[in-house]
């Protein structure tokens, strides 16, 4: 998340953690198959409440979370801590080599596009790209748009999250969470603000930065991911 979302995550932290373990089963398959078995040290960049941190602090001996929203680290802490992992509250873009090292996997989920709108996007590529250890990996996950960023068009994508909701987990609960979060005021502060790529742009920036990356467009209309192993000579 960017500096400029702390002010929205963290007073809807506790409604965008249900949200998040609500739509935890569309994401875990995926990331677990692209994550590799086994590191030394691992990153979670913009981990809010430690959805799947602990995919990776099941394969590595050291991980650092780090989120920018102090209310999501919060919860992360409360409910989720391992003796491996390492909370951070801070930006992104302060990991850096320098200070914290190189990891054998870099895992970032639905994260990335908040910086977009205040930071050049090959820049914040080429800067998780820096992150990442000789013959490491990167899973990256990240929102996409499929058309017009108006919050009219927002908010209709937020009843159709609702029913897909609805007609997966067979839940009005879910789905009235879904629809709370979607609609909500905070929400559509952060809709306005955020910047991401469309999906064929998504592949064009990601492709060039990360030659010969694996792109995943299966997980859902408004998601696409991308596997990159560094091919060990810098």
Known sequence: ???ASVPLFNPIAELYERYAEINDAIYRP???????AA???AVDLGCGSERFTGLLAERCGQVL????????VAIARAERARPNIEYRV???LDVSPDRDGRFDIVLSVNTLFHLFAEHDADAVLKHVRSLVAPGGAAVIVDIVTPGPRAVPV??????????RTLVRRRSFGDAWTVFRLRQHPVWMRHVRRNQPLTRPHFHSRYAALFAGAVFIDTIDPFVCAVVWRDPEHR
């Open 39 to 41: 590191g030394a040290r």
């Open 65 to 72: 979370a780090v989120d920018i929203a102090e209310r999501e």
């Open 154 to 163: 927002h908010r209709w994508w937020g009843f159709t999250d609702a029913v």
């Open 1 to 3: 998340m960017s500096p």
């Open 90 to 92: 801070g930006s992104l």
């Open 30 to 36: 995926h990331i677990a198959r692209a994550l590799p």
